[in-house]
């Protein structure tokens, strides 16, 4: 794996989703002291050009240059509040969410495995061997 | 500016974008070792599933179980290796970004600007007073 790689695309990716945040928080405030300015750079905001954190800020600058420095300034301030809790937060949510992940598929092959009860109910994929397979695999 | 609630949605789409890389990771690793499956979850991966690596995850755990715990153990590897690097560049790289649109928008300014030798290229609504409100705004 290139991690150096996926590191540099990862952080663009994260550039440009603050750079989206920065919108939704100048949006908001514009709602609040200048409202027609603030529906024009919502609508301004809601095309794809918003995927791509500098060229949604490239094309804003010719439209209107000030709010483009309050953007940049935005979402300069929101990386130095935000990006320090990242990386735990990440980590620990991926080690939670696959927790659950292989805890439902537990169940799930539990539930599935044919019962003394109500041998009918056996299911033909499910025979012990693959699930050994995927005992391993999830180590 | 709620800086909780948008570090947790930051937290959320990283997850997802890292399950992406993830994918991608295994899907060329089993061009290698195991092409049709390699094929097969390429087009599994290719919907708009894969915006949201939990409700991906799942789907696929109805698929191929295996794959599934495969993707979740690479992903948790990609969040250990690449997540601690990320507030650095992702800070680095708004500062670097932020100052080119900045240095684009006074280039863009100064040749708008009216030249002593052509006084007809005048544009109206780049008077001095808005320089400044601009020059203010960019601190």
New interface residues.
Partial sequence: ?D?KR??????????S??TY?AVQ?VVNQLYETNPSLGIWLNQFSSTDRIQD??VY??AL?QEN??L???L????????????????E???T???E??ME??R??LERMTQMRPQASSPSETVAELDPSSES??EE??D
Same sequence: chains 1, 2.
């Avoid at 940049?72 to 990386?87: D, G, I, K, Q």
Wanted: glycine letters at 4%.
């Fill in positions: 794996m991690h996926v590191a540099k695309d990862t952080a663009q990716v994260l550039i989703y603050l945040q928080t954190g500098e800020l490239e600058m240059p000030e483009a420095l309050r940049m300034t935005v979402r300069s301030h929101l990386a130095e509040e935000v990006t320090e809790f990242l990386p937060m990440v980590k949510g991926i080690q969410a696959n992940h292989r439902q598929l397979d995927l695999s999830s």
